[in-house]
């Protein structure tokens, strides 16, 4: 039956192919962890169904380490899970209540609903509408961004990052094929980094560094779920993305700076004046968008590049470009005084 689905999601995703072609934490605190979405966010292991210790298990265990984690919730997270049942999901009173506690939301779903909608489990054959699945990719694009429209309304202040796929197939032979195959992934991919930049939170795009080493990650051939390396990966990936926040001792007195607590190592801060990205340095040198930094919010300054016309580095391997959109100040001398004096 593996095979059979392994054949669908070729099918699929050829056909997608042919079709498509060309927070930053403001504040500190500990965190309340919510992951949404399908078997991966449940953490499935590679040999049957069970549940082991997945990318968002990774994750909130390294919050752990570092005591910034308050809780952790993964009940949500159902295997087999379409994007229509993300929605169902997000309609529970349970479900409604963790999310508007939460500091930080994870959400991994889309892949769930080719299989269900194209392939059939009791004659195992399939549906190669391509007119279907051109179809089915704008639902999972309209359902993911209300999802994430939905998670806003419950909680504005929540730090959401959207993650994507890895290639699933790294087993097959054919060499052309399986290079069409990525392609079509690497479009679903953008359109899931689309609908994260429009909706102004993170995109976790696993693709790049997952599928250098796929094949050893995806060890058991009949199967799409990572080993617990895989799903080191999604974590890693993660932690790029994420400014790490920083617990203050309650017994030390803050030293306030406008709306930001001045800390040890910081240089200065930004004020954000007009909507603008917050980015990350590729390999090239080049930037890419990670989310839009609001009008009106401040962020330290750890660091200065004067790569790209000056950047300012927030920490997490995160900056902000030199621009009229922002405003760079340094503390005084009697900020920094009081600073020395709470160490």
């Given at each position: 039956m593996m095979k059979r689905i392994w054949t669908f999601l070729l099918v699929i995703t050829v056909s997608i192919f042919s079709v498509w072609t060309p927070a930053a934490q403001a504040n500190s605190g500990k965190i309340d962890y919510v992951a949404l979405g399908d078997s991966l966010a449940a953490g499935h292991t590679p040999y049957g169904s069970k549940v082991g210790r997945g990318f968002t298990d990774i994750i909130s265990e390294e919050l752990a380490k570092k005591d910034?984690?308050?809780?952790?919730?993964?009940?949500?997270?159902?295997?087999?899970?379409?994007?229509?049942?993300?929605?169902?999901?997000?309609?529970?009173p349970d479900v409604q209540k963790s999310l508007k506690d939460a500091?930080?939301?994870?959400?991994?779903?889309?892949?769930?609903?080719?299989?269900?909608?194209?392939?059939?489990?009791?004659?195992?054959?399939?549906?190669?509408?391509?007119?279907?699945?051109?179809?089915?990719?704008?639902?999972?694009?309209?359902?993911?961004?209300?999802?994430?429209?939905?998670?806003?309304?419950?909680?504005?202040?929540?730090?959401?990052?959207?993650?994507?796929?890895?290639?699933?197939?790294?087993h097959i032979a054919d060499g052309e094929v399986k290079q069409q195959l990525k392609l079509a992934f690497n479009f679903v991919n953008s359109r899931m980094a689309g609908i994260a930049k429009n909706e102004g939170i993170h995109f976790v795009e696993i693709a790049t560094a997952f599928d250098v080493n796929g094949a050893s990650f995806l060890e058991n051939p009949q199967d799409i779920h990572p080993n617990e390396a895989g799903y080191q990966v999604l974590a890693?990936?993660?932690?790029?993305?994420?400014?790490?926040?920083?617990?203050?001792?309650?017994?030390?007195?803050?030293?306030?700076?406008?709306?930001?607590?001045?800390?040890?190592?910081?240089?200065?801060?930004v004020t954000i004046l007009q909507d603008t990205y917050l980015m990350k340095i590729e390999n090239d040198g080049s930037l890419s968008t990670i989310r839009t930094l609001k009008k009106g919010e401040e962020y330290r300054v750890y660091s200065y590049k004067g790569q790209q016309n000056g950047l300012y580095g927030l920490g997490g391997s995160s900056f902000v470009q030199k621009s009229n959109a922002i405003r760079y100040e340094t503390p005084s001398k009697a900020k920094l005084s009081l600073l020395q004096k709470t160490k």
């Open positions: 910034l984690l308050a809780s952790f919730n993964k009940d949500f997270a159902m295997t087999g899970e379409t994007s229509v049942g993300l929605l169902e999901t997000l309609k529970r500091e930080l939301v994870t959400i991994i779903s889309g892949a769930n609903d080719f299989i269900g909608e194209m392939y059939n489990p009791l004659d195992e054959s399939i549906n190669a509408d391509l007119a279907k699945a051109t179809a089915l990719l704008n639902t999972v694009g309209s359902n993911l961004t209300s999802a994430i429209q939905q998670v806003k309304a419950l909680n504005s202040e929540a730090d959401i990052y959207l993650f994507g796929y890895y290639f699933p197939l790294p890693d990936r993660f932690f790029q993305h994420y400014l790490m926040p920083v617990q203050v001792p309650t017994h030390v007195p803050k030293v306030m700076w406008g709306k930001t607590e001045l800390k040890l190592g910081q240089i200065g801060k």
